[in-house]
Nanobody, 126 residues
Framework: QVQLVESGGGSVQAGGSLRLSCAAS????????MGWFRQAPGKEREGVVM????????YYHDSVKGRFTISQDIAKNTLYLQMNSLKPEDTAIYYC???????????????????WGQGTQVTVSS
């Protein structure tokens, strides 16, 4: 059972930056998708960015393109999300997720991800 642990959340002012980390308890194979989701109060969880573990271009939600960047350190089994130019509407709990690739591309649907972290709060004030 893979365990994912997020860290790096916090409170920043609009225009600021944060880097989230997601440490996996074990190596996650090539056939997996990994990504970041977020859930704001009263809203459904949405996919922010996801990509196939090995190879493939990341998919970014339109609202974060040009501001957020996903990266990974395979040796450390760690996924990162660099968030720049943060906006108040980015305020949410951010979750790291991993799941087997079920099609040609990694999905943005939450049900396709098998493993989830506990979430980390990101608050952006205006």
């Amino acid at each position: 059972q893979v365990q994912l642990v997020e860290s790096g959340g916090g409170s920043v002012q609009a225009g600021g930056s944060l880097r989230l980390s997601c440490a996996a308890s074990e190596y996650i194979g090539r056939a997996y998708c990994m990504g970041w989701f977020r859930q704001a109060p009263g809203k459904e969880r949405e996919g922010v960015v996801m990509f196939r573990r090995i190879s493939g271009n990341p998919y970014y939600h339109d609202s974060v393109k040009g501001r957020f960047t996903i990266s990974q350190d395979i040796a450390k089994n760690t996924l990162y999300l660099q968030m720049n130019s943060l906006k108040p509407e980015d305020t949410a709990i951010y979750y790291c997720a991993a799941g087997l690739l079920r099609g040609a591309e990694c999905s943005t649907e939450t049900y396709t991800y098998d493993y989830w972290g506990q979430g980390t709060q990101v608050t952006v004030s205006s």
